[in-house]
């Protein structure tokens, strides 16, 4: 209905009906129901004295004044009808609203259907909606019957009824509730608007007397029992445990209380079977014992809590519920559709005063799991666990109470005392790895102190240690790749490492002939290079064979990209997790795909890589050896590079264990061109190593480094020398 601005309105009181016309100058037409008394906001004119049948009134809907006859469109704010129990709104229109005048409906408002309004509303009102002042084709703001406002008690529930009065539908805008449904008056579920019948319905908890229950004091015979079980009288009545007679039976009666005010109750029979009053509020056990508790204990059963307080801790409570088969791998729940831990959200008045929370759930798996669910919620920050004590050597003691019946108050006191901080991912003590540093103090595992690379001479400055990560370096055809693969085999024949390689410089053959060579000390050829040394066997070469199989592990890319380093380092994983490999080669450095985002730097990329690298040795505890070559050097005169040569960024020097150049003589005026010099430039570790030079012996025949027997003049002439 188009509504013009603002006009006189006519009307005539001849009519004996109870509505009587009003007269307007264009096409529509209001009825207005008799009233008595006019509202405030509408004025009447009188022409003719009220004595006069003949009278007209001229009623103003609103004063405006100088309003032309088609005014411009404007939007107006929502108009708010302010109730005892809400408010509602009208959303604006394009044109000016009139003023509602009390009595006067549109003819859409006779439309309405006063019985399914009727019904609709005693719908609302089954799911805790008050709608009884909620006029259709309105918003209407309310409490939410499901969170209750929250702390402030705001109205935060949207409901809005249709134009007809047979259709709702509600939200509630609270960031932790978000309550929302919709439903008919005459909707059925064979209805097509089933669906819209499917909603949220606000449980209300039942009002529980003992009397209702049914509850009396404990009997001799139950008394008798608690006491076997070390819980006192005294105990008991100030908790008011109290039994409940059901069929022939009698059974303990748990009474939960808020405020002394009974809550719910659980029962539990003589074959230890538990149930719970349907349909009464979830809460914690005990729970008027923590009220204005700063540390608060959680165990896992009602008996627990009694024990607790045999052992002098009253600031104790009792999950209703028992404790979960495992910890869950969904996200946690909102508050709302936590249902598992209702009595959590119920009471976190109560726990969030306290500023330690003592975990004392049972020992089980599923009691574990319970307090990593309790943790997740209460904020692992503020609790803390408690161990139970040892049974026999096998086995522990279960639960607070089974402590206080073996070993008494003063060890459960203690149990709690010595409770100890809930693990968090990330943040840990020293007292968490006291196993491992008395290891380390008695040097129980082996490679406390390195494992011997098999030269005298470098010993002294280098040795392996499992989970570290060595950088070697060296200018081209220096011998970088034939060192470690020595190193690979001693470290094979003293402690029998295995070891996966990634080469990408060696053909798969090419490597197999190095390898066998320095194992079997023989050429694998009878040619120019092997001299007059014999050639290996048939016989020792199967055995190279089987050797080379059982020692090593091939990291290869099998087409014609370049591997990564996350691709190294997963294959370089199932090695050591399938074949049980203790080191790792990646050779060489420029030899690996290194795309980056353009955003980042060569600098913060290698810092990447390597940090990855590092990682990944110490989790599997495998030495990884990481082979990058010098960028180009300017001027050389022969000398061995620095490890800050290394092409691509400081970090390599930075963030590796070890640091390693291997450097030869290639001037045979200046000395022996099968000398090999090992600077070891970086030792992290003070305990396995230390910065300084040696010098090996290079076998061209079969590939093996040898120690050097010299005296220190020599050694230090050789060094001048090479240098």
């Not at 003691?397 to 003063?410: I, Q």
């Not at 490890?643 to 150049?661: E, M, Q, R, T």
């Not at 040696?694 to 050097?708: F, K, Q």
Request: proline share 5%.
């Amino acid at each position: 209905m188009l509504l013009l601005p603002q006009r006189k309105l006519l009307f005539s009181p001849h009519s004996n009906s109870t509505r009587r016309i009003i007269f307007m100058g264009s096409k529509n037409f209001l009825l207005l129901k008799f009233s008595p008394t006019p509202p405030p906001h509408a004025h009447i004119h009188s022409l003719e004295s009220r004595s006069c049948y003949s009278q007209t009134h001229f009623f103003h809907s609103y004063n405006r004044k100088s309003q032309p006859l088609f005014a411009s469109p404007k939007h107006f704010s929502p108009i708010y009808q302010q109730r005892s129990s809400g408010y509602s709104f009208t959303p604006s229109a394009a044109i000016p609203i009139p003023r509602p005048i009390a009595g006067v409906e549109t003819l859409e408002k006779q439309s309405i259907d006063k019985k399914q309004l009727k019904l609709l509303r005693q719908k609302l009102q089954e799911i805790g909606i008050d709608g009884t002042d909620c006029l259709p084709g309105q918003y209407n703001g309310l409490v939410c019957p499901s969170c209750k406002g929250g702390d402030s008690q705001e109205k935060s529930l949207s409901l809005h009824i249709t134009d007809d009065g047979g259709a709702a539908v509600w939200t509630c805008f609270r960031a932790k509730c978000g309550w929302k449904g919709t439903t008919r008056a005459f909707a059925d579920v064979k209805s097509t608007y089933a669906k819209m019948n499917t909603t949220q319905k606000v449980k209300q908890p039942r009002v529980i007397t003992e009397e209702s229950l049914g509850l009396e004091p404990l009997c001799n015979e139950l008394l008798a029992y608690f006491a076997e079980r070390m819980i006192s009288g005294e105990t008991l009545r100030r908790n008011s445990v109290m039994q409940k007679r059901a069929g022939n039976q009698i059974v303990i009666a748990f009474t939960y209380r808020r405020n002394k005010e009974l809550i719910s109750c659980k029962y539990r029979d003589i074959t230890k079977k538990f149930w719970q009053e349907a349909n009464t509020e979830k809460i914690f056990y005990g729970l008027d014992d923590i009220k204005e508790a700063s540390d608060v204990i959680i165990v896992e059963g009602e008996m627990d809590k009694l024990a607790m307080e045999e052992a002098g801790f009253k600031n104790c409570v009792s999950v209703p519920d028992g404790a979960p088969p495992k910890v869950s791998n969904k996200a946690l729940a909102s508050e709302e559709e936590d249902t598992k831990y209702t009595y959590l959200w119920n009471c976190k008045d109560y726990t969030a005063k306290a500023s330690r929370i003592i975990l004392a759930t049972d020992g089980d798996p599923p009691g574990q799991a319970l307090a990593e669910e309790l943790a997740r919620r209460l904020g692992r920050e503020r609790c803390w666990r408690v161990k139970w004590p040892k049974k026999n050597d096998t086995e522990s003691f279960k639960d607070a109470n089974e402590v206080l019946m073996y070993m008494g108050p003063d060890a459960l006191r203690g149990v709690i005392e010595n409770a100890e901080l809930y693990p968090i991912k990330g943040l840990f003590n020293f007292k968490d790895y006291f196993d491992e540093i008395n290891d380390y103090y008695h040097q129980t595992l082996g490679f406390e102190l390195g494992v011997s690379t098999g030269w005298n001479s470098l010993n002294e400055l280098y040795n392996v240690v499992p989970g570290e990560l060595t950088i070697v370096t060296g200018v081209p055809n220096s011998g970088k790749s034939e060192w470690i693969d020595a190193l690979l085999c001693n470290l094979n024949h003293s402690v029998g490492w295995k070891f996966a390689l990634c080469s990408m410089e060696n053909k798969v053959r090419e490597h197999a002939r190095k390898l066998l060579e320095k194992h079997i000390k023989k050429p694998f050829f009878d040619v120019r290079y092997g001299e007059s040394v014999e050639r290996m066997s048939t016989e020792e070469f199967e055995r190279g064979k089987k050797w080379l199989g059982d020692s090593f592990s091939l990291i290869r890319c099998e087409n014609d990209c370049l591997p990564s380093i996350t691709w190294v380092l997963d294959l370089a994983r199932i090695a050591v997790l399938r074949h049980g490999v203790n080191g790792l080669v990646i050779d060489p450095y420029n030899e690996i795909d290194h795309q980056r985002p353009p955003s980042q730097t060569e600098t913060e990329y290698v810092s990447q890589m390597l940090t990855k690298i590092k990682r990944f040795a110490q989790h599997h505890s495998c030495h990884v050896w990481f082979v990058a070559h010098p960028r180009q050097l300017q001027n050389w005169v022969g000398s061995p590079p620095n490890l800050y040569d290394i092409s691509g960024s400081a970090h390599f020097i930075n963030k590796c264990d070890n640091g390693i150049v291997i450097h030869r003589n290639r001037d045979p005026e200046a000395g022996p061109v099968d000398i090999v010099q090992v600077c070891v430039r970086k030792v992290r570790n003070k305990v396995v190593g230390t910065i300084g030079d040696a010098y090996l012996s290079y076998n061209r025949v079969t590939g093996e480094y040898m120690d050097i027997n010299m005296d220190i003049n020599t050694s230090a002439q050789n060094n001048k020398r090479l240098r």
